[in-house]
Antibody
Framework: EVQLVESGGDLVQPGGSLRLSCAASGFTFSSHWMSWVRQGPGKGLEWVANVNPDGSVKYYVDSVRGRFTISRDNAKDSLYLQMNSLRAEDSAVYYC??????????????WGQGLLVTVSS | QTVVTQEPSLTVSPGGTVTLTCASNTGAVTSAFYPNWYQQKPGQVPRPVIYNTNTRHPWTPARFSGSLLGGEAALTLSGVQPEDEAEYYCLLLCGGAWVFGGGTKLTVL
């Protein structure tokens, strides 16, 4: 059974940092593109970042580029999101999600339960 | 900056048919945008419905279909069931970045 379990969410002050983790199981993690997607309170979904299977290619939404870093450790079947210089507008539920085996052609086929990040003083 | 637009809300009667659309401000949506559709009910994780324009996931009922219609991506629900009431989001690949639409709140009434 495919499972994606996020951890690391918390309350952090503006300007602070946080590292989110996502532990994957039930599939060959190193074969799939992975993403972080977020949803602000009462708002829609926003794609945040993508990383390719070997971690060498990364894409970001403009609003986080230069502040957030997506990475992965295939030996640990884990995905990460390092978030620096956090702003109030980064407050959201953050989802770890898997792309199907064909990458973008396959859609985000499995999602974690999400975790809450709150940026507030 | 790419903006992806969906109808904010739609209402359909049980058993009816409804089409949700997804447009890009950069021009016509084509298969190269790899349109995806996701369903989200209140308090739940988004559930994938359609990928690559018109392919259903194994768990997606046959009443859901995806297409391209008049330069937009479209999600059609035929024979709508009460449990289809939800928010629906499209997702497009726009120049290397993925962009979600604002979502359509579908009410079954």
């Amino acid at each position: 059974e495919v499972q994606l379990v996020e951890s690391g969410g918390d309350l952090v002050q503006p300007g602070g940092s946080l590292r989110l983790s996502c532990a994957a199981s039930g599939f060959t993690f190193s074969s799939h593109w992975m993403s972080w997607v977020r949803q602000g309170p009462g708002k829609g979904l926003e794609w945040v970042a993508n990383v390719n299977p070997d971690g060498s290619v990364k894409y970001y939404v403009d609003s986080v580029r230069g502040r957030f870093t997506i990475s992965r450790d295939n030996a640990k079947d884990s995905l990460y999101l390092q978030m620096n210089s956090l702003r109030a507008e980064d407050s959201a539920v953050y989802y770890c999600a898997r792309w199907g085996i064909l990458g973008g052609r396959s859609g985000l086929d499995f999602w974690g339960q999400g975790l809450l990040v709150t940026v507030s003083s | 900056q790419t903006v992806v637009t969906q109808e904010p809300s739609l209402t359909v009667s049980p058993g009816g048919t409804v089409t949700l659309t997804c447009a890009s401000n950069t021009g016509a949506v084509t298969s190269a945008f790899y349109p995806n559709w996701y369903q989200q009910k209140p308090g739940q994780v988004p559930r994938p419905v359609i990928y690559n324009t018109n392919t259903r996931h194994p768990w997606t009922p046959a009443r859901f279909s995806g297409s391209l219609l008049g330069g937009e991506a479209a999600l059609t629900l035929s024979g709508v069931q009460p449990e289809d009431e939800a928010e629906y989001y499209c997702l497009l690949l726009c120049g290397g970045a993925w962009v979600f639409g604002g979502g359509t709140k579908l009410t079954v009434l």
